[in-house]
């Protein structure tokens, strides 16, 4: 360990963390050792967070400590109950059916994080599952994570990545996994809708207490404090969903259980980036009807919003005081969403880059242009002086058709422009994003027990404004078979 480094096994460092709150709220019990586990990964920008030694986490200690094997002195682990609507549907009881919280502990900044253990075996709250995570879904959410964070927009963030030859039984027999994730906290909207489903008021009042006390002492000053929890939960939404659109992300599964109360991306599953545009692209292939499109984001977290809402009413009190702190959304949403377009786009004025967005996003979607490409050719086409779009057109079916639109940005540019445009726009429109072809590749080959790929598409995807990615083909157009791909909720 470094000298000022909390060593991680240390009694003295680790914090309860939600399980602070006792027995109503979580469950304690022990993770479910891993036969012979393996290191598979870590994050070097997590662990120097975390304040962790990169000579320390080699050691076999934590390696058991990260898999589940062996528990830092004085933690008492735990699994929290929360219940849900997924697809739109209420689904009583859920909780952490596979995770298992250790503590919580100092980052850099000194801001407490929960560490949470995905994978690490059976729980109260398991229902039918085996309390396992394999392989493959745990290195998605592992690069995902890291990805997002480079990306500067808000998330659950992974330390690290164990692996067992202990088989998982899914659609094939595949081989388990842990994922050590951590946040301020995992509280999602279903922990509210529990307790108010269950009209238990008292555990409902305890937890939103704890939400505000801990992380947004503002709304205790406010006449409603209950009312402003929820209207700051509903902008942090806002926020969160218009940069998830604007880098193209879908989350795939945005059920009420998998919403942040910290407004925070969390539960990766089948989440993809988009390769072609296609508004209405559906990453999830458990989601027959499209409920969670990519295009449907917005309109499902301001339901999601009114469903946290209707929990939180009874400590509200008055429907109208609720319906007003979750209808700031929409307004919230068109601001943020325009400040994310301004940036892309190299504009100051957001008004004229909402102007500009329609025609451009319709003729991407006409024309089938691959998204993450398109706005990091125009950033290296705009910081190379403006003059050539030859490699902006070429990634349109029919290359003259974004000339119309092409002349309308060059005006709007020589008025509204960043200072530093070119720059600016490199930073704000990545050459590299954890597609899912770039996950499937480092899948297949860490299937065979060879975990390079993991290790260099995680440099890749946390460093992915850098320029010297612009000529590797981690920034380069899909393969013809990254279309096939199928991706469900099987994880
Ligand atoms: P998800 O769709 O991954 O957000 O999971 C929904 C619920 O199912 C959560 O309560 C999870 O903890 C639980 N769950 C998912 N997979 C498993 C599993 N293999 N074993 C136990 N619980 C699971
Ligand atoms: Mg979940």
């Not at 320390?56 to 990260?66: E, V």
Request: aromatic share 10%.
């Amino acid at each position: 360990m470094s000298e000022h480094a909390p060593h991680p096994s240390s009694q003295a460092t680790w914090q309860p963390g939600l399980g602070a709150l006792g027995e109503a709220f979580v469950t304690f019990l022990n993770p479910v050792p891993l036969t012979q586990p393996h290191w598979i990964a870590h994050s070097p920008a997590a662990a120097a967070w975390l304040g962790l030694d990169e000579a320390w986490l080699a050691q076999d200690d934590a390696l058991k400590l990260f898999s589940g094997n062996a528990l830092p002195e004085g933690a008492r682990p735990w699994a929290s109950v929360y219940s849900g609507h997924q697809f739109g549907v209420w689904a009583g009881q859920l909780g952490d059916g596979r995770a298992l919280t250790l503590g919580a502990l100092p980052a850099a900044d000194g801001t407490l994080q929960e560490i949470q253990l995905k994978g690490s075996g059976l729980t109260p709250y398991s229902r039918m599952g085996d309390g396992r995570a394999v392989l493959r879904s745990s290195i998605r959410e592992f690069i995902a994570s890291e990805a997002m964070q480079a990306l500067r927009i808000p998330t659950t963030r992974a330390l690290c990545l164990t692996g067992s030859r202990d088989p998982v039984y899914r659609e094939q027999v595949e081989t388990a996994a842990v994922v050590t994730r951590f946040a301020p906290s995992f509280v999602r909207f279903g922990h509210f809708e529990h307790f108010a489903s269950r009209q238990h008021d008292i555990p409902l009042r305890t937890l939103a207490d704890y939400v505000i006390e801990q992380f947004y002492p503002h709304c205790r000053q406010a006449a409603n404090p209950y009312a402003a929890l929820l209207q700051t939960v509903a902008e942090g939404t806002a926020d969160l969903i218009a940069q998830w659109q604007a880098i193209g992300f879908c989350h795939g599964v945005m059920n009420t259980d998998n919403m942040s109360m910290l407004a925070l991306t969390i539960d990766y599953g089948p989440y993809q980036f988009l390769d072609a545009y296609d508004p209405g692209h559906i990453c999830n292939h458990s989601d027959e009807r499209g409920r969670y499109a990519y295009d449907q984001q917005p309109d499902v977290a301001y339901w999601n919003l009114y469903a946290l809402g209707q929990a939180l009413l009874p400590l509200i009190g008055e429907v109208a005081d609720a319906k007003a702190a979750v209808d700031v959304y929409p307004a919230r949403l068109a601001e943020s969403m325009a400040s994310c377009w301004a940036a892309k786009l190299g504009l100051l004025d957001p008004a004229t880059a909402t102007g500009l967005l329609q025609p451009l996003l319709k003729q991407l979607s006409v024309n089938q242009a691959d998204f993450t490409l398109f706005w990091r050719r125009l950033s290296l086409a705009v910081a190379a002086g403006k003059a050539d779009f030859d490699g902006v057109r070429a990634l349109l079916m029919r290359g003259d058709a974004l000339d119309p639109w092409l002349a309308d940005y060059l005006r709007a540019l020589d008025e509204h422009a960043l200072p530093d445009t070119g720059a600016a726009m490199l930073r704000a429109n990545p050459a590299v994003v954890p597609r899912n072809y770039l996950c499937q590749n480092a899948i297949a080959t860490a299937e065979k027990g060879d975990f390079a790929e993991i290790h260099r598409l995680l440099e890749a995807c946390t460093t992915p404004f850098d320029t010297r990615w612009d000529e590797h083909p981690y920034a380069g157009l899909p393969p013809d078979w990254a279309a096939g791909i199928c991706v469900s909720c099987s994880s």
